[in-house]
T-cell receptor
């Protein structure tokens, strides 16, 4: 079974600054995918970024980028130029890639943006 | 384009009552999922379906049942509601497994008293 660990229950950052959210995972699979989801107070789950394990290049989506360290099983999310709208819960998730049995989620990190 | 639609958005049940949470998607996705999110926790998989007529258990299936008679609909049935089922329930769908990412519904907040 896969496990996903987010060791930071809460993070705070000043507006326009950069913040990094940590995530580690454990899997015995060689083919898998990693995701970061954002959940604002509206409760809607929004896909922020995804990473395919066989790709060495780190994924980037505008102000969001990841630092994927496969050997260390680490998958951190960097948010540059933080904006007030980035305030939310952020969940790291993984799947085996070989099956249809869904994602394993971490417990989440609550990100606070200080104006 | 509605995406994934869940109804109701809120519900209060008494212990022992039953109810069905509805989930409909209009994207012709093959894969559909039900998750629950307890306070301060991530999402946990209850049931999933890879197509009409095919369902399978996830991590926390006890106390729930599902059916998938059409590609669009994936209802979740709670029988004999218990306080431990107080949670937020999310339905999600994807076209090819989870690799393309999910589309989530907006969730149902269920309280069992």
């Amino acid at each position: 079974a896969q496990t996903v660990t987010q060791s930071q229950p809460e993070m705070s950052v000043q507006e326009a600054e950069t913040v990094t959210l940590s995530c580690t995972y454990d899997t015995s699979e060689s083919d898998y995918y990693l995701f970061w989801y954002k959940q604002p107070p509206s409760r809607q789950m929004i896909l922020v970024i995804r990473q395919e394990a066989y790709k060495q290049q780190n994924a980037t989506e505008n102000r969001f980028s990841v630092n994927f360290q496969k050997a260390a099983k680490s998958f951190s999310l960097k948010i540059s130029d933080s904006q007030l709208g980035d305030a939310a819960m952020y969940f790291c998730a993984s799947n085996s890639g070989g099956g249809a049995d869904g994602l394993t989620f971490g417990k989440g990190t609550h990100l606070i943006i200080q104006p | 384009n509605a995406g994934v639609t869940q109804t109701p958005k809120f519900r209060i049940l008494k212990i022992g009552q039953s109810m069905t949470l509805q989930c409909t998607q209009d994207m012709n996705h093959n894969y559909m999922y039900w998750y629950r999110q307890d306070p301060g926790m991530g999402l946990k998989l209850i049931y999933y379906s890879v197509g009409a007529g095919i369902t399978d258990k996830g991590e926390v299936p006890n106390g729930y049942n599902v059916s998938r008679s059409t590609t669009e609909d994936f209802p979740l049935r709670l029988e004999l509601a218990a306080p431990s089922q107080t949670s937020v329930y999310f339905c999600a769908s994807s076209y090819f497994k989870v690799d393309d990412g999910y589309t989530f519904g907006s969730g149902t907040r269920l309280t069992v008293v």
